[in-house]
């Protein structure tokens, strides 16, 4: 079992930056693909970034593409979002997930964190 809880989420306005934490309990962690995804009021969930279990390998959604950037440190076991230049579409539950290859495929991943909110203003 891996457990994960996300924080630093928020309120900011947009054009500003946030940087989102997952941190990760339990079995190894840095064996796990790790990925976050996002879902917004109304909307199914997304993919939004990913990572290998090296860091050398890295994914991202193509709304994100050069204004997120995802990285992970195992030997703290946490995964990172840095989030920059947001936008009101931005806004969403962000949830990070460990499975068993870095894809945009939810069901590629086993464990689930309980997300953490960012809303962005205009």
């Known amino acids: 079992q891996v457990q994960l809880v996300e924080s630093g989420g928020g309120l900011v306005q947009a054009g500003a930056s946030l940087r989102l934490s997952c941190a990760a309990s339990g079995r190894t962690f840095g064996s796990n693909p790790m990925g976050w995804f996002r879902q917004a009021p109304g909307r199914l969930r997304e993919f939004v970034a990913a990572?290998?279990?090296?860091?050398?390998?890295?994914y991202y959604a193509d709304s994100v593409k050069g204004r997120f950037t995802i990285s992970r440190d195992n030997d703290k076991k946490t995964m990172y979002l840095q989030m920059s230049s947001l936008k009101p579409e931005d806004t969403a539950v962000y949830y990070c997930?460990?499975?068993?290859?870095?894809?945009?495929?939810?069901?590629?991943?086993?464990?689930w964190g309980q997300g953490t909110q960012v809303t962005v203003s205009s």
């Open positions: 997930a460990a499975g068993r290859i870095p894809t945009e495929r939810g069901s590629d991943y086993d464990y």
């Open positions: 990572i290998s279990w090296s860091t050398s390998n890295t």
